[in-house]
């Protein structure tokens, strides 16, 4: 991120020229100023951070986590992989670009206190870059699930559908009067 004059600019990679201006007065009291330019060259580079890494598992495990892109170059054929013991599962990611974040998740069959978490992809120059990381997982107990919660007793069902029953009764006899009234109505008015 580059701010010049108050203005930001966002920089990849490239050259990018900096301009270094020094003010200053003399012992005698005469104003000098000193200008110089500079080019730096900024190299593409990528910078993966995984944050909010959450691992949990029983008889599987489950690692979730946001992968986050701090570097100028975009990350391609991202993919993140546990490794428990024999058994690893893997899960595809595709391309994160700079400055941007993605959420995965792998579950893996297999549970240990210890993994290795690996990260791969490829770079813009198609070069395969892989990272390992230890993890420790959280054992979490399995959750029973409630028994099903029983509907209400017979005779609260029977109490709703006489009330209904009675309900569209009186509603249908309102409505008979009403139209059978305005019948005898309109039949008085016509003679």
Request: glycine share 6%; net charge negative.
């Amino acid at each position: 991120y580059y701010s010049a004059f108050g203005e930001g600019t966002t920089i990849s990679y490239g050259p990018v020229p900096f301009t270094v201006s020094v003010i200053y007065r003399d012992a005698v009291g005469d104003s000098k100023a000193v200008n110089n330019s500079i080019v730096v060259v900024v190299e593409p580079f990528i910078d993966l951070v995984i944050k909010d890494l959450k691992a949990v598992g029983s008889n599987s495990s489950s690692v979730t986590g946001v992968i986050i892109n701090y570097g100028s170059a975009t990350a391609s054929r991202v993919e993140v992989c546990v490794k428990i013991g024999n058994a690893s599962k893997s899960s595809f990611i595709g391309d994160v670009e700079s400055g941007s974040q993605v959420a995965f998740k792998v579950e893996v069959p297999a549970y240990n206190e210890s993994a290795i978490l690996q990260l791969s992809y490829y770079n813009a120059l198609d070069e395969l870059t892989i990272e390992e990381k230890p993890i420790s997982i959280m054992y979490q107990a399995e959750e029973t699930a409630p028994p099903p919660e029983q509907g209400m007793p017979a005779i609260e069902r029977w109490i709703i559908v006489a009330a209904v029953i009675v309900f569209l009764f009186v509603s249908a006899l309102l409505i008979y009067k009403m139209m059978k009234k305005t019948r005898f109505g309109e039949m008085s008015q016509q003679s």
